[in-house]
């Protein structure tokens, strides 16, 4: 029983953390109908833009991540005006092509300057631990656990209960009617692009002081999981995503505690792709259904 | 009199395949004008156009004499007062009823007033108050086809394009529609419809275009034109 909350909390601190980039993802596929694959190296380009400006002391958390905030929407914005832009509304392969060369140029870029290897990152959250009931966790769990909650639910307050947000959902369901009772859908797309950017940002600074170290390929583990966990939720609910995002945390750390952890990522797929089997619009359904 | 709105030599196509060839027609202040034509025959290329949502091949659309729409986006062209009720009502079927009527204000800066139309409409459609907090996609047929007009209205338009509002609804709510057609002119709004209901459009319009495969092929007072032997066969079923 111990070991079952153990793991249980273990896989949703991982998984908050496959929820906010998987986020990112489905708000640009939902709102742009792009697949943004330079959405895991922006977040990577957060992780070392806060590593840069990481300073000792007890502000130093927070310098770091709003460096990571600012760097990786700089590069979304970025990547909105030059790539996005303008191969979007032709063909889905376009940006998809575009934005794949422009995560080849970020991440061999980044490899370039700090080399192939992970670099380790300064000790932003002092190394302790906290005992919460039957389960122990370290407090960098807690603070990544804590800033990507926080980053949900600030999403989560922007799509539901904002104007912005309201004509955010409008463009997914039905961009031409949205435009036509006024809404600037160029507008809305970058605004939306440099959220997903900021948001992945702020996560993969929490994410290098949870790990203590960052890497130039880090990007491709959590693009991968996190395209996926788009998938098997479906675009129809942005909250989907998380929902599915935090589950495959958990069943990762089950088959990890329980099994192997070599297999965990095999059983993780293995779940998702099951899933979609029997639910090809997703779990939550899709916009086409 | 100037006219709210001029359409001259409208050529769209979709890809290589012309929609609408040269059609040009006008609507001035105050009035209901239909344009009638059998599926395919390119009306709601004309709306889409006219909305900036497609980008003719030439032609001409100015609003108030001064405007040339073709220039501008669809959200600049909202801001001048144009407003649309889509065919198949086109409702954001996964917001709620409030939403998609708080969205028929989206281009208002004013809050309070845009809670204020909110209201009136309310008070016009109780059934639609009572499901204010449903998404939109679970109501029926009829009550769609309310939010689609109560969310145009809430926009405040001069010009109101309509597009098939009857298409799809049960004879009783056919009625109901082409009623509030007629109280939303009374209000002031001109009313540039497109139907395939072209008893009812006659009753309700002064003026009406008959367009075939992408041209304008007629076009003058609905009783003229309800009396013409063409629409008396193809769309009156042959009886007066």
């Known amino acids: 029983m111990g070991l079952l909350l153990q793991q249980i909390a273990n896989g949703l601190i991982i998984g908050s953390t496959y929820a906010v980039v998987a986020l990112g993802f489905s708000l640009a596929f939902t709102v742009l109908r792009v697949i943004n694959f330079a959405h895991p190296d922006i977040f990577m380009v957060g992780m070392f833009a806060g590593l840069v400006f990481a300073l000792p002391g007890p502000w130093g958390l927070l310098v770091a991540l709003a460096a990571g905030m600012l760097g990786a929407a700089a590069v979304g914005w970025a990547l909105e005006r030059t790539v996005i832009s303008p191969l979007r509304g032709r063909d889905v392969l376009m940006t998809l092509i575009g934005t794949l060369g422009v995560a080849i140029m970020l991440e061999n870029g980044m490899a370039l300057i700090v080399g192939p290897d992970p670099v380790s990152y300064p000790n932003l959250v002092p190394r302790q631990f906290v005992d919460v009931g039957p389960v122990t966790l370290t407090l960098r769990q807690v603070v990544n656990f804590a800033i990507c909650l926080m980053l949900l639910a600030l999403v989560s307050f922007y799509v539901r209960a904002t104007k912005f947000g309201r004509a955010t959902r409008a463009i997914a369901e039905r961009p031409d009617v949205a435009a036509a009772f006024g809404v600037d859908v160029g507008l809305v797309c970058q605004v939306t692009i440099v959220i997903a950017s900021a948001m992945a940002g702020v996560a993969a600074v929490s994410v290098g002081a949870l790990y203590g170290s960052a890497h130039a390929f880090v990007g491709l583990l959590y693009g991968l999981k996190a395209f996926t966990c788009m998938l098997v939720a479906g675009d129809r609910y942005f909250e989907g995503v998380m929902v599915v995002a935090l589950g495959l945390g958990i069943i990762e750390a089950l088959v990890t505690g329980y099994l192997s952890s070599s297999l965990r990522d095999a059983v993780a797929f293995f779940v998702l792709i099951g899933v979609l089997l029997f639910r090809p619009n997703g779990l939550f359904g899709s916009y086409a259904a | ?240």
Request: charged fraction near 25%.
């Open chain 2, 1 to 240: 009199m100037t006219p709210l709105l001029s359409v001259s030599e409208l050529a769209v196509s979709y890809g290589a395949v012309p929609a609408v060839k040269g059609a040009s027609l006008e609507i001035f202040p105050g009035e209901v004008r239909v344009i009638l034509g059998a599926n395919g025959a390119g009306k709601t290329t004309i709306i889409k156009t006219v909305l900036g949502l497609l980008r003719p091949r030439g032609g001409e659309v100015r609003y108030n004499g001064e405007h040339n729409l073709l220039r501008l986006k669809p959200h600049q062209i909202r801001r001048l007062g144009l407003a649309w009720v889509p065919e198949g009502r086109q409702l954001w079927n996964t917001l709620t009823v409030i939403d998609n009527l708080r969205m028929g204000g989206f281009a208002e800066s004013d809050r309070k007033a845009v809670d204020r139309r909110v209201d009136e409409m309310f008070e016009r459609f109780p059934r639609l108050r009572e499901r204010r907090d449903q998404v939109a996609g679970s109501l029926s047929g009829g009550e769609q086809q309310m939010v689609a007009i109560a969310r145009a209205l809430i926009a405040a338009p001069k010009l109101l394009l309509m597009d098939e509002p009857s298409l799809g609804l049960a004879p009783i709510v056919v009625r109901d529609v082409f009623r509030l057609v007629r109280d939303i002119n009374a209000m002031g709004i001109s009313i540039l419809m497109v139907e395939q209901n072209a008893r009812q459009a006659l009753r309700v319009a002064s003026w009406a275009y008959l367009l075939e495969v992408g041209a304008i092929v007629d076009g003058g007072p609905a009783d003229d034109i309800a009396s013409h032997s063409r629409v008396q066969a193809v769309f009156l079923g042959g009886e007066a």
